[in-house]
């Protein structure tokens, strides 16, 4: 079974009276399930870094321990982590056709129409076991590109980074966020 969480273009196109208001429905993380900024992510033998103090690590209520975002307490702005499972092992067709069916499903339930789709492999976090996917969403006047990185972690497991961006380039805060991702256990092999 897979578990997605999409909720960037939820931030990216909601109301926030305050740039320092903590999204509803999320709470912080337990800190047994952090090292420091570090976010544990046992279930997937992987962990993150939160790029610097300002950010903290929330949970949605009722997230089962699959579903995480780093947030900033500073300027609003929200980096969400899921971990799901791939069943076949690997990045194949079924998988992909997936993913990207459920990314586009997420912005329609969310008023956004999709363009300039781009599903390609990527050199990080890991070579040959990273995916990076990208599209424009438009909802009325606002224009955002939703950016989604899939890493195969440990066994059949794999970790979903996303993040918003006004061009489709990586920011630095993005970038250095995902290329944080560290493997706590062996990581399934590269095929």
């Known amino acids: ?20 208001e903590q999204p509803k429905g999320f709470g912080l993380v337990p800190k047994e399930k ?6 544990l992510m046992k279930e997937a033998g992987a962990s993150l870094t939160a790029p610097n103090a ?28 899921s971990i799901g499972d791939m069943v076949n092992g690997d990045m194949d067709e079924h998988t992909k056709t997936e993913l990207i069916t459920g990314c586009k499903q997420s912005a329609a339930k969310q008023g956004a129409t999709v ?4 599903f390609e492999p990527s050199e990080i976090p890991f070579p040959k076991k990273s995916w990076r996917y990208s599209y424009t969403a438009t909802a009325g006047p606002r224009k ?3 950016i989604f990185y899939y890493i195969r972690t440990a066994g059949r497991s794999f970790v979903t980074i996303q993040g918003v961006s006004v061009d489709g380039v990586d920011t630095p805060t993005f970038h250095a966020f995902v290329s944080s991702l560290k493997m706590t256990e062996p990581a399934a092999p590269a095929k």
Request: hydrophobic share 50%; net charge positive; with cysteine.
């Open 1 to 20: 079974m897979r578990h997605f969480l999409y909720i960037p273009l939820l931030l990216a196109f909601a109301s926030v009276a305050s740039a320092v």
């Open 54 to 81: 300002d950010w903290v690590w929330l949970t949605p209520f009722n997230s089962a321990d699959k579903s995480f975002m780093c947030f900033s307490n500073k300027t609003g702005a929200g980096i969400t982590v």
């Open 34 to 39: 952090l090292d420091g900024a570090r976010l």
């Open 144 to 146: 955002v590109v939703a």
């Open 115 to 118: 363009s300039n789709e781009k």
